[in-house]
């Protein structure tokens, strides 16, 4: 039996070593907002965030999360109010079937914490340990670029 | 994909890794960043019977200058070492060289112990443990050995550690006042392995430029130093240009299916003399 603290709440789960931990939160916690694609840590659609910084889900046990706090994408959103980063993806179509979207929010929030300033070609760099098949990546960059705008205006 | 079945233990310090290594080390692999041993799992081209966890063990995760060497604690995260700031002030290249792997996620779990453990002959912090004349502190419950980067690594995915042996740390020699450095490498996509890389550190003695280390990585089955192939010289537009050329002609490059050795060798001479400019351009 584990105890898995997500957004907050501790879940309880009785597995195997083996099991990953994207696995464990789709199936054990019942968080199914964390995708599983390549399960071998290129598309980055299983990102969540382990004590702060995003990691690939699929590349680790779920076991080896226990005692940390994580964070998925069902703890962006507070009060059904979306983050800035979300709500400019949603505003700039920065999605079109979503399936990557956890991963590049994840990723991109704790990366934009770092880089609050960005240029568009590092929001690339950055951006391109996550794969995304339809958007073509405009949007998105557009996107990060808003959200970081944004964050700014705020902190002003 | 998912990996095979296997027992599991997070010991809390070194003492209790390296007595359980002892105890299961032909059958146990040590875990800590996972970013190339768990998608070996979950492909099932790795299955260990037992996963000796080290994220807990603390004192791996240090870094400290001690005399004349900077000490790199195995567990220290791409990530950390990338933005550290005893590591850019005392090895900048092997900072600059942590930065450029993978992806940011990626950075933010791979370890430098699991890098140099994991062997890729296209990897970055093997190729500058060698140009940097690192050595590699490794311990068992035996009791400690170093052992030079150069001789540590034997060939493709393999090194001298035995079964029973943990990476401890990374032994830097200090950047010497003044020293230049340069590291280039050439990625198909951004974050994927490198099909040649070049790190080199140099010095200025009067108007010749010299103590120059070069090594080479991503074409043959361990990084290796080509700086035997370099002549002192004046450092200019012209001693590059010769300097490139030299390691190039010397460098083994084995055959690849896909990338046919020509190309590599002109591959490795281009990204020597970036390497060798930036070197130049970044003495003080």
Redesign the interface.
């Known amino acids: 039996m584990i105890v898995l603290n997500v957004n907050g709440e501790e879940h309880r789960a009785l597995l ?3 099991k ?1 931990l994207c ?1 464990a939160l789709r199936e054990d916690c019942a968080l199914t907002g964390t995708h599983v694609g390549c ?3 290129v598309c ?1 659609a299983c ?1 969540v965030l382990l004590d702060g ?4 889900s ?4 779920a ?2 999360a226990q005692g940390a706090a994580i964070v998925t994408i069902e703890g962006v959103a507070r009060n059904g109010v979306l983050s800035t980063l979300q709500q400019c993806l949603h505003e700039a179509h920065g999605l079109q079937c979503g399936f990557c979207t956890p991963g590049i929010v994840l ?1 991109m929030q ?2 934009l914490d770092e880089n609050p300033e960005p240029t568009d070609a590092e929001i690339r ?2 951006l ?3 794969l995304c098949r339809c958007t073509g990546y405009h949007n998105i960059v557009a996107a990060v670029a808003a959200a970081a705008r944004r964050a700014k205006e705020k902190a002003e | ?8 233990e ?1 010991p809390a310090t070194l003492a209790d890794a390296l007595a359980a290594l002892a105890r299961r080390g032909g059958e146990a692999k040590i ?1 800590a960043g ?2 190339s041993l ?2 070996m799992m ?2 099932r081209i790795a299955q260990p019977g037992h ?1 000796i ?1 080290i ?1 807990h063990v603390a004192e791996l995760g240090q870094i400290r200058l001690a005399d004349d060497h900077l000490v790199c604690g195995a567990l220290m995260r791409h ?1 950390d070492l990338a933005r550290h700031v005893l590591a850019w002030t005392h090895a900048p290249m092997l900072a600059y060289a942590a930065g450029t792997i ?5 950075r ?2 791979g370890t430098l112990g699991g890098s140099l453990a994991h062997a890729d002959p296209a990897a970055q912090l093997p190729l500058a443990a060698v140009a940097l004349d690192a050595r590699i502190e490794i311990a068992s419950s035996g009791g400690r050995r170093v052992v030079p980067a150069t001789e540590f690594f034997a060939s493709i995915f393999t090194t001298v550690l035995e079964p029973h042996e943990l990476i401890v740390a990374l032994h830097v020699p200090v950047a010497r006042l003044g020293e230049g450095w340069g590291f280039q490498l050439l990625t198909r ?3 994927d392995f490198a099909l040649a890389l070049v790190g080199c550190t140099l010095a200025r003695t009067g108007r010749r430029v010299d103590a120059v280390r070069l090594a080479v990585g991503g074409v043959g089955a361990t990084p290796v130093r080509l700086d035997g192939a370099i002549e002192p010289g004046a450092g200019d537009a012209h001693w590059i240009e010769r300097a490139a050329r030299a390691v190039a002609a010397a460098v083994t490059i084995e055959a690849n299916e896909r990338i046919s050795v020509e190309y590599r060798r002109e591959l490795v001479e281009t990204l020597a003399q970036r390497a060798l400019t930036e070197a130049i351009e970044s003495l003080t």
């Open positions: 195997e070593p083996r990953l696995d399960e071998h840590g980055g990102t910084r995003p990691v690939r699929c590349l680790i046990y076991v080896q990723t704790a990366w760099d950055a391109s340990g996550n | 994909m998912k990996p095979a079945r296997f027992t599991y997070v875990i996972g970013q768990a998608p979950n492909m996963l966890d994220n990530a993978g992806h940011y996620a990626i933010q779990r996509r951004a974050g």
